[in-house]
């Protein structure tokens, strides 16, 4: 298993390139599910999850080649509409074959994803929303098995979960009539998938709204489709250098898909600029305190939560940082105070009382985000070294990280044992 090794104290400068967003390209693969010829994706980044979506598929009978950034997904030998358990428990995100399958096979028949360290992460929003435009579905052997037909219905989300709206989204798309979803995710994921759907020869409007209106088709072509920058890699990348008192600029990004997390980097004393797909960070001075609750979209991302938690450890004055989205995605905490962080916790919010300094200690990652959190803290910490294990949390979700923040000035390196 690998370690990632980081000695701290040394400020970040440099300019890193962002990634094509794994929360775009997850679901843009599964959309191909429903092409009737090949669909070429453009800035695919290489991530485990990525291949994790790809085994997958192919075991589907869809024919992948991944070549540099570039993924040819050909659906002309399809043949199982079906996701193993032993596929599925892996990475929540195969669940978002559901609606697909269902619109080009109208059957499925998919694991039910297990819960993970963030929470059960349970998927009755996914069919509640799905029986609303017809599907017949019935839990068996802990499998889902859905059948149609399917026909276009108002529905309306009790929580604007992300991966129901996708499922859903897709799962529409070849259902006859005409679906509304009210109360629905409208992350820029969201409407990337919209993008690509509708290139495929979908009619979808309203993404990126609560509102997305979608006429059915019977059959969906081909397309090309470059996946959008990663918004949480950018922003994981903007909280490190901050934290570490540095200067750091971020490529191939989207500002408008930051709207508050930016802001919140100024209210803690960063400086950020913003020059189209460029957004530099810094703050030579130190930073203040935050509070910070979580959100769906256009609200602070919990994706982000644990690296701005990481981030003040060693700001002036007290941060409340609450978590709305997940019932369990503070893992990142007790690892934080190994370190000398003083974070106390009040029912879902946590206290962080922000401390001269940290310093670094072997800590183990537990999930994607609460790992990158822990890679921020080894960096900022201004003595001793972070050994993290367990890192293949970590490459789920960033692409040789330590390479990249390496290229910035970090002291990191990864060891294989
Ligand atoms: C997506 O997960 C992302 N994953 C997550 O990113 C992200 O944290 C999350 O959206 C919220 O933005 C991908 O896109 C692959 P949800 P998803 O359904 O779709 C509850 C990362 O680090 N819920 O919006 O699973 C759920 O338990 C990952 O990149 C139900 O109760 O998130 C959670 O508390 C982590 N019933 C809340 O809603 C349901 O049927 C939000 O979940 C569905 C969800």
Not at 375 to 390: D, K
């Amino acid at each position: 298993m690998d370690r990632i090794l980081i000695r701290g104290g040394k400020p970040l400068n440099g300019v890193i390139h962002v990634r094509g967003a794994k929360n775009a390209v997850l679901p843009l693969m599964a959309a191909a599910l429903m092409a009737e010829a090949p669909c070429i994706l453009h800035n695919v980044p290489c991530l485990h999850d990525v291949f994790s979506m790809d085994k997958l598929l192919s075991d589907m009978g869809m024919k992948i080649d991944f070549t540099g950034r570039t993924m040819t997904l050909d659906p002309g030998g399809l043949n199982k509409p079906e996701a193993e358990y032993d596929l599925v428990r892996r990475m929540r995100a195969s669940f978002f074959v559901l609606g697909p399958l269902l619109a080009r096979f109208g059957k499925a028949r998919v694991s039910l994803p297990g819960g993970c360290a963030i929470g059960s992460r349970p998927v009755d929003i996914h069919l509640k929303s799905l029986e609303a435009i017809g599907a017949k579905i019935r839990i068996e052997d802990g499998y889902v098995v859905a059948e149609g037909p399917l026909q276009g219905a108002n529905v309306s989300l009790d929580f604007p979960s992300v991966g129901a709206t996708e499922n859903l989204l897709m799962a529409a798309c070849m259902t006859p009539g005409v679906t509304r979803i009210a109360n629905v995710a409208r992350e820029p994921e969201i409407e990337d998938l919209a993008r690509f759907l509708n290139a495929l020869g979908a009619q979808i409007s309203g993404a990126g709204t609560d509102l997305i209106t979608i006429v059915g088709v019977d059959a969906l072509g081909g397309a090309e489709h470059v996946v959008m920058p990663d918004r949480i890699e950018a922003g994981t990348f903007l909280a490190a250098g901050v934290a570490t008192r540095g200067d750091v600029t971020v490529l191939n990004a989207n500002a408008d898909h930051l709207p508050v997390f930016l802001d919140k980097l100024r209210e803690m004393g960063a400086t950020v600029e913003v020059h189209g797909s460029r957004i530099r960070a810094h703050a030579a001075n130190g930073l203040r305190g935050v509070n910070i609750t979580t959100l769906p979209y256009p609200g602070f991302a919990t994706d982000l939560q644990a690296q701005i938690m990481a981030a003040v450890t060693c700001a002036e004055g007290v941060s409340i940082i609450k978590e709305t989205v997940f019932e369990n995605r503070f893992m990142q905490l007790a690892q934080l105070n190994r370190m000398g962080a003083d974070i106390g916790l009040d029912g879902n919010a946590a206290i962080v009382r922000g401390v001269k300094a940290i310093s670094g200690a072997p800590v183990m990652a537990s999930d994607l985000r609460a790992s990158a959190a822990l890679v921020i803290a080894g960096l900022a910490a201004s003595r001793g070294e972070t050994a993290i294990s367990r890192v293949y949390h970590i490459d789920r979700g960033y692409e040789r990280i330590e390479e990249r923040l390496a290229g910035v000035g970090a002291d990191i390196e990864r060891v294989r044992t």
